[in-house]
């Protein structure tokens, strides 16, 4: 009668980045600027890694909300990028739910800003759909605690499995032997404290 | 399997503000006051600017409970106001379930004072006979952060949905189209780092 | 297919009052001191207030445990007070559950020290004979605020309801005008807000 | 031995608001935006209410800083003002040293945005000319807590005042008998907690 | 060159306290509720414990900020009382001042409500014309950390000693054998955590 | 219909330790490390006392991830040990399951670093599976709050329940007339707050 | 102009410390009991590896405030302990005061429960006399952080140098190189972070 | 009688990096990593844009303690770099201080890890020795915030002035007209709030 444990597979996953802008950053104050900043380019350099397809999206990026971050917009020139004249449920928009199915994965990694809006709408739509949905909660902001709070418990309600980039890089990559080198890196750029431990173990068996 | 996702909708949704009185205000301490008071005054106006039908209600206004804040009495000049005489529980007043069941909706945003008793017992109540309920969790407020937690779980236990007055506003709202002016105004008046997004961009594109 | 509402009903609830005891107590930090007292005296009051049933039970009192604070021994004089000899979990002793059952009621209202231990055990197995279980998160206590939240979790996905002293009162109350005086006692006596507004409210309105 | 106490005195202050602007207001992370907020316009009501002469001032208002918030603006439309071409300490700013100087008064009311750099500047530079400095801490803001207690030891060395928009005004007014209805309203406008006092107790004693 | 350590002596003490009305308490929000009352229940024992002369003072009781708490008021029956008819300061209150003056004592040993005004302002009035003073930090409350920080570090810069009603009691007392019954019962009565042991001892060492 | 009570049996439980090695140990931020070693050691000082097989387990020991702390090394020289060459999920090592297996028992306890993990995974792998899994939350650690609010979300949603080392060690023992000495010393070792207890009354009941 | 820097010596250094008994342990609620266990053996094993005079001190040993812990007793046997027989600050005993002096030390390090009682009264009295005071915050506990902050304020104002164990044993030691071991396993044994540094590097270096 | 304002002057000033190792930076606690890593950056981006002579140093880097962190040491190659082989204070190695003394500069700017021995015990010396001391709170980091605040303490006793990188290179710079895109180019690498209000500026004006 158990469920089997939905496990994430870097064959079955795509990557949707939702409102990662300029202006709607501001709003995020649930985590502090840097930390999330680094969150955010750790997820986008986890799916580059894993090569797992991924999807961009904006709202409103003529207004205040501002431009997508210049970082994700270079680091997925190739990517579909759907900025949506309107919706604000990125899943009530045709094109970007065309993207998500062309890419034929089951699997959808969700972060952005702010999170009981840009990340709950699409998460629960998705999940409505069959698929299942992991939200990246440590890359998606909000106005405080009890907004987060209250996002996360109506996505748990949902089924939503709530995981964090780190967590989710370790699932998708299973065993370190598939490439220790590239999994290191990724982790040293984003985790000072990991890149300390390599700094230090390098030093003493390397002379480096 | 999956259970659709329950969304908001201006068509079939309804307000409940229950207990927002000046002696009762003083228990709050999970929200800071100043915060508190936008965030109710917010839900008001997302009210009125969706026309939702809204109710009023009150416990013990002679008391020490002290009157309904004046700034909701003054926005909602005919709505339906039931100054309870006695019931802890709204939904226990026959008067105030009347003026529910009136409105014709299946689906109530509620919001109080304090989250356990006045939100909690008619949200509760609510479920129990079929409606769908979403309490903004950031316009209700009680004694501390033990109350709080508490009482959410007990409401998720049943099937309440926990929302926020801004993402309650953007499920109502749909997209952005549908009126950019109204629904920016209502964000600019009620989120201080909004408003600062907007004055930035007119300054930049008006001249303003 | 909705599950009814399990109200708490004061003529089908029973009080049960675990290891408060004075060694025990110093365990207790996450709550403070002062206002875990309060909330404790408070449970006491309103199951008095109520007449509820209730039930002493303790651990080892002649050890380092220490007696049961003498408040709750003074105010109960005539409940059955069970000295468990060892048990651990409190309904591993027969004396404890047949002074539950002698009780005839079916809502279980427990609170303890610590949550974890002297709540969760007796709650989960009171909820596997079917009973209804109300656990008063605020008169129970214990080491740290990730303690506590993992016992909730246990206790929520069991079936517990979790509630606070002031929740409880409110929902065995119902109505202000079963006895105004009653309640406002209780209240003024345990909430210094409330007794504030109390205090001013009898100035202006009786120049006293 | 003992320096006297020196004394908000409303003849002799002036208050100087430096860089409220849309842009920076964004770094402000150590109090939350609606209560920043609130402070910062409850200090300007106040300044009109004791009618002390008030400096505006601003940097790079063209650039990503932002223009002044045009509450502030619109308050004070017959203020000296002055756009700072680049000057990062105020005081380093002729134009704005002169405008001090031609307010004649000897006590300065400072706050600002952020905490560290524009306070703290001009706020040293000024003790250094013998001014006595107040410094609003509430309606001053930073980055976090860190930046904002470093800030405040680096003042508090120099022989800056800190104090409050609240403090500052109960000092300025000194005794209610000089206009109840007057500081009243501004009270009743920014801090919740009073106004629900005020609406309790107009409610008993006039029936409004 | 250094100076001697002002210690309080209970032969040289008068405690004030100042503005502890049902209405301003509503404005407390540094301290919980329930451990605020306790605190300046605890300095009003210590007062009545050591026979120190107290002063009672109140600012515009007939309006919204309430009358004086009734526990003060029936607690000192024969101590002065100035019901302040608009002084702020309440060392602007000649009646005060004179009633501060008339108990003969140089130490004054300062609470009231809120710390950056009530206390503070007589605080600084005080140390000005040569007495010592002690502020009950605990006893003294406000709307926020940031306020109360703020008020303290302007009254350590003016020489105002911080202290706690529990270590102004200890050093009032100076030796237990004084009186241990005495001191022990103000101890049990407001420190929980004292009456556990006190309770833990007394049933090992005398069976109750 | 409801489901019974799974409740720690010291003959049918097994302790897995997970990765707490020297390195990964700087990752963890969510708990102090007093009180993180305090805990894992107190999870095997109890895992010793009740004679539960235990299994341990390492990712990579040779590089940054360090080696296993010594403690647990030296306090079950005899358990299996399984050094993974790289599966991230301890469950994906073959050797690793057929000593959990080979234990013959269906209760798994799991704490390790970090939890949303290599917790985590195996925990959820066990439990899809049909082992019963207990998470020592305590002895469990990770980046930070949002990080282990998600993974016990994500664990709680598959079934798992999260514990405590006391609540477990509790669940285990049942009654404390199995061995008082044996449990108070395992309390003694590990609770502060505990020993200060024993301490004070073994001196008045035993003069030591 | 500049007053010489005060630096600790361990040629010219006393160790006092003042009352850490079990029951008064229980009121320690400022820093956690595992973190306050840990600071204070730290400190007394930085006191034996100096050889620092070192003086015990209790208060009521006999009563509720429990005995002495004994790790401390059973550290020091030879150290004069002063069993006051009342005095709450240590330094009216004369025979505490005979100790201290009997070191012919100028620099005392002082920690003990209370912080603002316990440890603030003698290190006021001594300051007085001439002496140099050091208080070892982290090994010095109190009731909550307004208590702590309050005492802090209060011993600073006098001259006492706030430090934490930590920081005394890296000022007395000056360089490593006069004892790389000593000071290693001492910082081994009481910062977990430490440890585990040592562990890594001693596995890398001499694979063990 | 007012001391001069000492502002930091960029052809006065000299930067101290102190102790920023790979080991020991697993101690520091009371900054999260991330920021903690920007803050370290930023500050050494800071010296390198004033051209600031920076001082490299170190403790024990062949021991536990680790190699100074890649980065700083790739960004400042031609600095002095003065490996201390035992000293724990700075200022007690003299080839440290001759670096010091050799640039001629009499503002040091300081930042180290752990905030209380390798920052607080150098800046004491160097404030004996006549120097004007700023040290940088945000890239210094140490075990908590009752270590930090203790150090910070001990050094404003000293006269040292507290700053963070943010404002000491506002101090430095004093006017933005001296380079604009220099220092936005500093803030935009290291403040993510201000590198958004940038990126939103440039697509506004520019459309890029």
């Given at each position: 009668m158990t469920k089997p444990y939905v496990r994430l597979d870097k064959d079955n996953a795509a990557v949707l980045l939702v409102d990662h802008q300029a202006g709607l950053l501001?709003?995020?104050?649930?985590?502090d600027p840097d930390k999330f900043k680094n969150n955010v380019l750790a997820l986008a350099d986890m799916a580059t890694y894993f090569k797992l397809p991924t999807i961009l999206t904006t709202s409103f990026?003529?207004?205040?909300?501002?431009?997508?971050?210049p970082e994700l917009k270079a680091q997925f020139p190739d990517a579909p990028y759907i900025a949506r004249p309107?919706?604000?449920?990125?899943?009530?928009n045709e094109e970007f739910v065309a993207a998500v199915k062309a890419t034929g994965k089951r699997q959808l990694i969700i972060a952005g800003v702010v999170t009981e809006v840009c990340v709950a709408f699409p998460a629960l739509s998705a999940i409505e759909e069959g698929f299942d949905v992991f939200v990246i909660t440590d890359a998606s902001g909000t106005f405080n605690e009890i907004t987060r709070h209250a996002a996360w418990e109506r996505m748990t309600q949902a089924g939503v499995q709530l995981m964090t980039w780190f967590g989710a890089a370790c699932e998708l990559h299973?065993?370190?032997?598939?490439?220790i080198e590239g999994l290191g890196t990724l982790f040293s750029n984003h985790i000072p404290d990991y890149r300390n431990l390599m700094t230090s173990y390098a030093t003493l068996t390397q002379g480096k």
């Open positions: 501001s709003l995020v104050r649930d985590i990026e003529q207004g205040p909300n501002g431009p997508l971050v309107g919706n604000i449920n990125a899943w009530d299973r065993d370190w032997r598939n490439d």
